[in-house]
C-alpha cells in the first residue's frame, strides 16, 4: 500500500509537470485562442533621460528622446516607460539618490524597480556642425548589455527624426532574437532546473546529536502561471542526511551512535515574485518523502543494534530565491520534515534510552541552494 501510494504521489507530480510542457508547446494560434482574454505579453522598457553631452540644449535632448519613446511605442513587444512613470511609482526621495548616480548599477535598479526586462540609455552630443547620437539597450534580468550604436547626423536638427527612426530599427534588428526569446518565456516561463542545497539540520529525539547535516539535489519542472503572476514548480529529487552522537553518561556506559538516511522525495512549489525587487521571490513548498535509513550504535557493554529500516515523512518550508543571472539563482530557506517511525520502531533510540520512543520525529533545517535553469 505505502509503494502504491508514493508511486501515484510521483505520478501525480509527473503528469502535472508534463502538462505544463504541453501547455508552452501549444500552437501560438491555441494559445492565443486560450488567452483571448489575457492582456497583450509585451517586454517592459524603461527609457532613461538623455545623457545631455556638452553644447546641446536641453530642450533638444528631451524632444529627441520623445522622438526615440514614440518610435519604441509603436513596437507591439513594448510597454515604453519614461519618467513620469518613475515619478509615479517610486518614492521620491529613492528618485532622487538613483537620479543622482551616475553608474550603471543605478539604472538597473531603477529598470528592476519598475518590473523592467529592457533599459534604453541615450546620449546627445555634437561634433562641430554634427549630432553624435547614441543608443543603448540593457538587459536588466542579467544586468547585462544587449546591443549599442553611434550615429553621425548631419543636416541640422531636421535630420534628427529620420535618424532616430533609422537609429531604432537598426537597434531593435539587433535585439530581435533576444526580445523573442524574452517574450517566449514571459508568456510561459516553463524550464527545467537542477538545484543543490546543503545546511545544518536539527532532529528532535530522545539522544542529541553534535553533528547534524542534511543535503539535496533535485530537479524542478514548472512555470510562471500569467495571470497570477505566481511561479509553479514540481520537484523530485533525492535528500542525504546525517547524525552523529556520542555521549559517556549512558545507563550502559560509552555510546556512539550514527544515522544515514537517503530520501528521495517529491514536492510541489510556489513562488512569489516581489514587483520592488523584480530578482527576489518567496517561495513555499510541500510534499512527502520516502526515508531509507541505516542506524548504528556502539557500547562497551549490552547491545549494539545496527541495521536499515523504512519510513514515511512529510516535508514543508519556505524561505526566499534570488535570481543571480538568466540561468542561476541562490536559495535559502526554512525545511520542517515530520517523519512516522511508528511506535516501538527504532532500536537504536530504544536501546539508547533503555524504553519506548515517540513515534514520530520531526527534522528542521536550514539550508543555502544553487539552481541552474534549462
Known sequence: MKRLAFGVMFGMGLICALATISH????????????????????????????NQRRIDADLADSVLSLVVAELSRRPQFEVLTMADLN?????????????????SCSYELGGALGAERLLVMKLGAIGDQYLFELSLLDVENSAPLARLTKQV???????????QASVAELLNETQAADQAALARKRQPTFFTVELQLGPAFRDG????????????????????????LYFHALAGIEVSHFRGDTDTAPNGAQSYQRTALTPFAEARV?????????????GHA?????????????????NPHGSRRFWELRMGGGAWYRLTGDQSVFGG??????????????????????STPANVSVRAVTLGWAYHF
Open 88 to 104: 509615479a511609482i517610486v518614492a521620491r526621495e529613492r528618485l532622487k539618490d538613483l537620479m543622482g548616480c551616475d553608474e550603471v
Open 287 to 303: 510534499g512527502l518523502g520516502l526515508n531509507v535509513e541505516s542506524y548504528n550504535l556502539e557500547q562497551k557493554q549490552g547491545l
Open 154 to 164: 548631419a543636416g541640422g536638427e531636421t535630420a534628427l527624426p529620420a535618424a532616430v
Open 271 to 283: 513562488q512569489l515574485p516581489l514587483t520592488a525587487f523584480p530578482h527576489l521571490r518567496l517561495m
Open 206 to 229: 530522545s539522544e542529541p546529536y553534535s553533528r547534524q547535516f542534511t543535503g539535496a539535489i533535485a530537479i524542478a519542472l514548472g512555470g510562471r502561471h500569467r495571470p497570477s503572476g
Open 24 to 51: 508552452a508547446q501549444e500552437a501560438p494560434a491555441a494559445t492565443a485562442t486560450a488567452m483571448a482574454g489575457d492582456p497583450p505579453v509585451r517586454l517592459r522598457l524603461l527609457a532613461m533621460p538623455a545623457v
Open 334 to 355: 526554512y525545511h520542517y520534515r515530520l517523519q512516522r517511525m511508528g511506535d516501538g520502531a527504532d532500536p537504536l533510540s530504544e536501546t539508547r534510552v533503555l524504553g
